[in-house]
């Protein structure tokens, strides 16, 4: 079989995206969506991105993590999808797509794409972390010496000890000013620390808020990968009128035979 494909990234976080308004890529086999993101032996990524036809939104976006398992929402991938749906002429500066936890409405200004996040109902505080769902699950948790952090051990040992084999992603947080978070992440279905995770810095974002670590309601979040910013309204429980905001960009295309 042979697959045409684009690689697009957002702050570093990569995805392979496949056009299948045809509905022919074959989304159950789980081995070659693996195959595919594996960095030495396919076109390496850390997920992949299927655009389909949808009765009511621009599009429809089915995500799969790198483990070639399907996904939960990933917002740096529904940007680089938004990305890719204006780069095929499908939208021009708005969008609307369905995700596996709803509709989300996006806007593209040159290289920036702002996604609309679902809301957040409920924030959980653990020992010394925060659990919320914005899309995809996340742990929360400050951490002194970010830069000397060994992010795989420690997120493994959370995400399998903590979360057990449904799992969680785990984020690791330092402030660097008022409205300001570095943040490294290791994501489940990766398996691996990312060089940026969009739930994840929504969620930072957020727990930073409820923990009163911040008055801010625009937060900046510095990653491995580069900048993202959230903004938020807090709404009578939890959240609402999310948005994550960064570069979204054109990498390569080619195709692949198997
Ligand atoms: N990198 C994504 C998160 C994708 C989902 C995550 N790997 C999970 O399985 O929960 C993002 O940008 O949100």
């Known amino acids: 079989m042979e697959l045409q494909f684009h690689k697009y990234q957002g702050t570093g976080n990569d995805f392979i995206i496949v056009d299948n308004r045809l509905d022919i890529f074959p989304k159950n086999n789980t081995n070659l969506i693996e195959q595919l993101c594996d960095r030495r032996f396919g076109i390496g990524a850390d997920g992949l991105l299927l655009l389909e036809n949808d009765k009511s939104a621009d599009f429809k976006m089915v995500y799969f993590n790198a483990d070639g398992k399907i996904g939960s929402m990933c917002g740096n991938g529904g940007r680089c999808l938004v990305a890719f749906a204006k780069d095929l002429g499908i939208v021009q500066k708005e969008a609307s797509f369905e995700a596996s936890d709803g509709n989300h409405r996006a806007s593209v200004s040159g290289k920036q794409v702002a996604l609309k996040m679902s809301d957040v109902g409920r924030i959980s505080k653990k020992r010394n972390a925060y659990f919320l769902d914005t899309g995809s699950p996340h742990h929360v948790q400050l951490s002194k010496d970010l830069n000397s952090m ?40 990766v398996e691996d620390e990312t060089y940026s995770c969009g739930t994840g810095v929504t969620a930072v974002a957020l727990a930073m808020h409820f923990s009163s670590k911040t008055e801010a309601d625009r937060i900046h979040i510095k990653t491995k990968g580069g900048d993202l910013w959230v903004t938020f309204k807090a709404a009578k429980k939890g959240y609402e009128d999310v948005v994550l905001e960064g570069p979204a960009t054109f990498v390569f295309k080619g195709t692949i035979r198997w």
């Open 150 to 189: 060994d992010v795989v051990k420690e997120g493994r040992r959370i995400r399998y000890g903590i979360y057990g084999e449904k799992g969680s992603n785990v984020n690791f947080v330092e402030q660097l000013a008022p409205d300001s978070f570095w943040v490294r992440t290791y994501e489940r279905g």
